[in-house]
């Protein structure tokens, strides 16, 4: 049992929501009025359980134990992740920037939404391969059983801090609700 199992199965709901994103930009582009209340809730899922837990839990303890076993930040993919990770707050905060104007369908404001969902999704496809097939697997070899044990502790303290109990289960059922209205 590795502390990145952990981290591996919140990049399968992530994915969920990258592919309903991908959707949502096919329906913006196409000229199609979205569901505000579904943006909404998944910029919603993306900025508290992506950002604030799932990457807080890989800036504030992953990758500074890596760093501890000996594999440098800068020059390497821990510094490639952390720049993935600021983009991805970008196109968060333009898909969020875009959401008033969807409300009044604003032509402007659905290609803004689109481009940012575009990038976001682009972007997290590509950090979540690179996490699975070259950072955890670093971390799988390089840090002792004891210390994924610390690990997954301290991911379960995040997440009770940073999302609060019961709500993981909450993004569990949006995002069971989204995957099938979106890509079923
Ligand atoms: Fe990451
Ligand atoms: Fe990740």
Known sequence: ????????????GIKVALGVLGRLAD???AGQSLDI???????????TFADKCHHGKEEDLLFPALERAGIPREGGPIGVML????????YIA??????PGLR??????????????????????????KENNVLFPMAEQYLTPNQHEELAEGFEEIEEQRIGPGVHEAYHALLDRVEEK???
């Open 1 to 12: 049992m590795y502390a990145t199992d952990d981290l591996r199965n919140e990049h399968e």
């Open 27 to 29: 329906d913006a582009e």
């Open 37 to 47: 209340d579904d943006v909404d809730q998944i910029v919603d899922f993306l900025r």
């Open 104 to 129: 009044s369908d604003s032509p402007a404001a659905s290609a803004a939404f689109a481009d940012g969902a575009r990038g976001y999704a682009e972007l997290l496809t590509a950090h979540i391969f």
């Open 94 to 99: 333009a898909m969020a920037d875009a959401l």
């Open 83 to 90: 720049d993935d990770h600021v983009q991805g707050r970008k």
């Open 182 to 184: 979106y890509l079923s």
